[in-house]
């Protein structure tokens, strides 16, 4: 096929063109981190397919078809989606706050009946659509200093407030960030940009005596000084750092790690398997893995900006966003350079809800890929 | 935007222009962050490598302490006197049962007793230092122990396991003398800090047991051995994975110690005594060599082991015939009558003639008069003390005064303390003129004349011990050397042997009187003629006896009846055999009431038979036909 026959009117709609539009360069990075995974769980787990390697490579092949599907379907359909989704993911989160069911001291779930549901998984992708939706119809005077900014930051700080309330700290965190990315890659004044980082310094400090949780400030705490309570509070990073730091260069080999092996590491398999990986493969099996990681980000954004639709462009943006701040907190947070926020490194952990959250966003930015060259209108009712 | 810029965007392709610098900014930061994380990487992984990786070995070893087999004390023959047995026992190791309260709630279930001593039990795991078993229950039977050991790796941080326990098999016989071992105490600790020394890890060890009394403490340090280090591999919640025998180390046991006494000897000391109070100590008067050193009434020490039970420490404490004290040498006594050779042989090196006369009126003239045991007519030193004649000392002492009786009495071995590695001996008193301006205060530094009677006859200020009155005997019957006691005579391979004993300083003929007159003690006529026949052929024991008052008599039954503690106590010496003198052996029988030939010397014999039947030269002779010259027809005693 040439690039003469791909211009052809409808040529683009087929099956066949489609596929061959995914980016199968990002499919491939992505299934490494998958398989890379399923390979550190089935260590952990001492060598064994159960309890997680196993779950972790049906769901992992599962959710990729998911993306593959989503990758077909039409930009137009994601951006009729938009509204509709934020808004179900607000009534939702709502819904918790009122009748949600409370495990280990958070109320974070929604009993379904034959399932449980974190409402706050469904505001990270309907918070990315949303903005971008309303970004698209606005102007570029709007997006940079206008009265109307008003309704994206209400779009962000609803969710956010509720979902800190739960309390969960490290998705609201994620939710602020990705809607704050994409509001300054919309265009926001570089005035403003620059004012709110200097408020967030002024703000932090007070939001850690009034705000945060005990726990939370514990967590804090924690991270300023790790080694007051080694056997405490301390824990989880002192050992994370334990089980980093004695991989070295080359690791300990795969199956020999004997921080996570002899359980030293908590959540070994969740949001600690980074730790384990750098422990049996060492610096540079754990530098790999971050620049696929890089790569992953790079491509992601290269996606987001070839696209000929600014809906496409800053969903793609913030997809890439959100999954940016789960590989640079998780990472940041098992080195100790950053509290202790329960955020899974994307892909590598184990767990199905991030998995499939993540893996539709993937499927977002490769509809994006897909229907790069698709001009979408300013007004409503696009399709 | 800008109506002067050269090139006009449409609204479309601002929107994008501004998105590509901003997206590209963003990715610019995500990178950088990722690089961040990548120098931290680096950091940890490769510049502060080393540290970690012993973290990871510091959390992933534990070296678990080991008690060295504590070192056996066996007799002189190599009869066990302090052995290790095996105890099952289960433990609990704080650190690992993430909850106390549970697991002994199901270690209650499985052994209901527990449930009693709760409380105690978790006081003592609290104090215990981390990764160190507290056990929870000592000597399971086999039962018991089957049922934890099912359950046990389902109980995180409990052990069963099987210990060594320190056993007496004699029980109270060797109490004192051999010691026992105890928990390790505060003061234990402090002892140890006091000397500038770190106490070892051991001490906080549960299954460590300190020396406290007798050998058990005198020799702790070589007894103690060195503790053994197990190096296992632990998970998170401390169970054992596996061994790294290259770092584990095996305890070495400790040193065995041989001491000189016999177990026979000493088991039958402690039979004589039956509910009596006192002390025994018999030597080898040729080597020295302490055979039987034994105080009554005696504990069990097995009990020390594991804890008194405070009721019965109560009890022991309280008990007026005090069992805890160490009578042979912790308790001093006045050595009465058994005193008075040291009298007559200081009498002797001033010249005194051993055959001059003085005449026995039944009392003693000094301002007041003091009382004889009889009314023995005109008597010669060795009549006097055949007789135990008073008057016949009380005389020669008054003309010496105090100072050639102590120097006498020094020599032959009063007054010191012996380095045969036992604490707590007291030292006694021997009085003369420098002690009295040394102690007291004006008027009364002088030494008074009438002071001296009493000196005479081995009371007043003198205060001996039982062992210092056996290295006397021993002295007396060997005649030639300066015996000196040994109780230990080997520790592991090394020979605590004794060197050449110093000679005595004496004439032989001096010595010898004293002997005659001891030999006609037990003689037909002397004091302890009917209670200190052996019935082993022609071989007789030479002796002494003593009565000590313990208080000035106000009450008519001077001394024996009444309160038990107001009681005279009674006395013995002797050796044998006399024409071939091997064992010495002195007695203290405290507040007897009666005599010293009534009832020290009957309890004397008996340890004297045993040790004289265990003699295989002495046994021999008991065994063969009589010698041709019997000067004494044997006659047991009635």
């Known amino acids: 096929m040439t690039a003469s026959a791909i211009s052809r009117p409808g040529e683009r709609d087929r099956l066949p063109v489609k596929l061959g539009q995914i980016d199968w360069r990002l499919a491939g990075l992505i299934a490494l981190i998958g398989g890379a995974g399923a390979m550190m769980l089935y260590s952990v787990a001492g060598e064994s397919w159960a309890p997680w390697a196993g779950n972790h490579l049906i769901r992992f092949g599962a959710v990729f078809v998911v993306m593959l599907g989503l990758a077909l379907v039409d930009i137009r359909w994601w951006y009729a989606a938009a509204y509709p989704l934020y808004a179900v993911g607000l009534l939702l989160l709502i819904a918790v706050e009122l009748f949600g069911e409370t495990r280990m001291g958070a109320t974070r779930w929604l009993d379904l009946g034959f399932t449980s549901l974190q409402p706050s998984e469904i505001m990270k992708l309907g918070i990315v659509l949303a903005l971008a939706r309303w970004y698209h119809g606005a102007s570029a005077q709007e997006a940079k200093w206008h009265w109307k900014l008003i309704i994206p930051a209400l779009m962000i700080a609803v969710p956010v407030v509720l979902v800190a309330h739960q309390p969960d700290l490290g998705t609201s965190l994620l939710i602020l960030f990705t809607g704050v990315a994409i509001m300054f890659a919309a265009g926001l004044s570089w005035r403003i940009v620059l004012t709110g980082i200097a408020g967030i310094m002024v703000v932090a400090p007070m939001m850690y005596f009034f705000v945060l949780h005990d726990y939370q400030r514990a967590r804090v705490d924690v991270l300023l000084n790790p080694e007051a309570d080694p056997s405490g509070a301390g824990y989880h990073i002192a050992q994370a750092k334990i089980a980093i730091g004695s991989g070295g260069l080359l690791g300990k080999g795969y199956g020999l790690g004997s921080q996570s092996q002899l359980n030293f590491l908590p959540e070994k398999h969740t949001d600690f398997i980074f730790p384990t990986l750098a422990e049996e493969f060492g610096f540079l099996g754990a530098f790999f893995i971050l620049a696929i990681y890089g790569a992953i980000i790079a491509i992601s954004l290269r996606i987001a900006s070839l696209s000929h639709n600014h809906f496409g462009r800053l969903a793609a943006a913030g997809v890439t966003a959100t999954f940016a701040l789960y590989v640079l907190i998780n990472g940041a947070m098992v080195m100790g350079l950053a509290p202790v926020v329960g955020v899974p490194m994307p892909l590598l952990s184990y767990g199905g809800t991030v998995m499939l959250t993540v893996m539709i966003g993937f499927g977002l930015i490769q509809s994006v890929r897909v229907h790069r060259y698709l001009e979408l209108p300013k007004s409503r009712g696009v399709i | ?638």
């Open chain 2, 1 to 638: 935007m800008s109506d002067r810029s050269p090139i006009q965007f449409n609204e479309v392709n601002e929107r994008q222009g501004s998105f590509l610098r901003r997206t590209f900014l963003l990715g610019g930061v995500a990178l950088t962050g990722l690089g961040v994380l990548g120098a931290r990487l680096a950091h940890l992984q490769i510049i502060d490598q080393r540290r970690y990786a012993s973290a990871a070995v510091a959390n992933r070893f534990n070296d678990r302490l080991q008690v060295a087999p504590r070192g056996l004390i066996t007799d002189r023959n190599g009869v066990m006197i302090a052995g290790n047995r095996p105890s099952f026992s289960v433990s609990v190791v704080r650190d690992v049962t993430q909850d106390l309260d549970a697991t002994l709630d199901l270690i209650a279930r499985l052994l209901p007793e527990t449930a009693e001593r709760r409380r105690r039990i978790i006081r003592e795991v609290n104090a215990a230092p981390r990764f160190v078993p507290v056990p929870v229950k000592t000597d399971l039977t086999w039962e018991e122990f089957a049922r934890v050991s099912l359950f046990v790796n389902e109980l995180p941080g409990v052990l069963a396991t099987m210990d060594e326990v320190r056993f007496y098999p004699f029980g109270g016989s060797f109490a004192h003398t051999v010691g026992y071992v105890a928990k390790v105490s505060d003061r234990d600790v402090e002892a140890v800090r006091e000397e500038g020394e770190e106490p070892p890890a051991i001490f906080y060890h549960p299954g460590f047991r300190i020396g406290r009394q007798g050998v058990e403490r005198s020799l702790d340090k070589e007894l103690r051995g060195r503790p053994g280090y197990q190096r296992v591999e632990v998970d998170a919640e401390g169970r054992v994975r596996g061994e790294d025998a290259d770092g584990s180390r095996a305890a070495t046991p400790g040193a065995e110690v041989v001491l000189t006494l016999d177990a026979d000897a000493q088991n039958r000391a402690l039979e004589v005594f039956e509910e009596e109070s006192g002390a025994v100590v018999a030597m080898d008067c040729r080597t020295g060599d302490i055979l039987c050193m034994a105080s009554a009434p005696s504990f069990d020490p097995n009990l020390f082991v594991s804890g008194v039970p405070s009721v019965i420490y109560r009890a022991w404490a309280d008990y007026e015939r005090n069992p805890l004290l160490d009578k042979a040498v912790g308790g001093t006594y006045a050595p009465g009558s058994t005193f008075k050779p040291v009298v007559g042989m200081a009498n002797m090196l001033r010249g005194g003639d051993p055959n001059r006369i003085i005449v026995c009126n039944g009392g003693y003239y000094l301002g007041r008069r003091f009382a004889c045991t009889g009314r023995h007519g005109p008597q010669d030193m060795r009549n006097a003390i055949k007789n135990s004649c008073n008057v016949y000392f009380m005389t020669l002492a008054v003309e010496m005064g105090p100072d050639p009786i102590a120097e006498v009495a020094r020599n032959m071995g009063f007054g010191q303390i012996f380095e045969i590695g036992l604490g707590g001996q007291r030292r006694g008193l021997v009085p003369d003129r420098a002690w009295k301006r040394e102690n007291f205060q004006g008027e009364n530094q002088r030494w008074f004349a009438g002071e001296s009677p009493s000196y005479g006859i081995g009371q007043g200020y003198l205060e001996v011990n039982a062992l210092q009155l056996a290295v006397y005997v021993s002295r007396l019957a060997n005649g030639r050397q300066k015996v000196m006691p040994r109780l230990v005579r080997s520790v592991g391979e090394a020979e605590r042997a004794q060197g050449a004993f110093e000679p005595l300083g004496y004439d032989f003929d001096k010595v010898r009187v004293l002997q005659e007159g001891m030999e006609m003690v037990t003689d037909a006529g002397g004091t302890g003629f009917r209670n200190s026949q052996l019935g082993l052929g022609n071989m007789r024991l030479a002796g002494k006896t003593g009565t000590a008052q313990v208080r000035n008599y106000t009450t008519a039954s001077r001394g024996r009846g009444g309160n038990w503690a107001d009681r005279d106590h009674n006395l013995f010496i002797a050796y044998g055999p006399i024409d071939d003198p091997r064992y010495a052996i002195s007695i203290v029988v405290q507040h007897g009431g009666r005599s010293g030939g009534a009832i020290a010397a009957p309890k004397a014999r008996e340890i004297m038979r045993t040790l004289i039947l265990k003699d295989p030269e002495l046994l021999a002779r008991v065994n063969a036909p009589p010698v041709p010259e019997p000067d004494v027809a044997p006659e047991v005693a009635p």
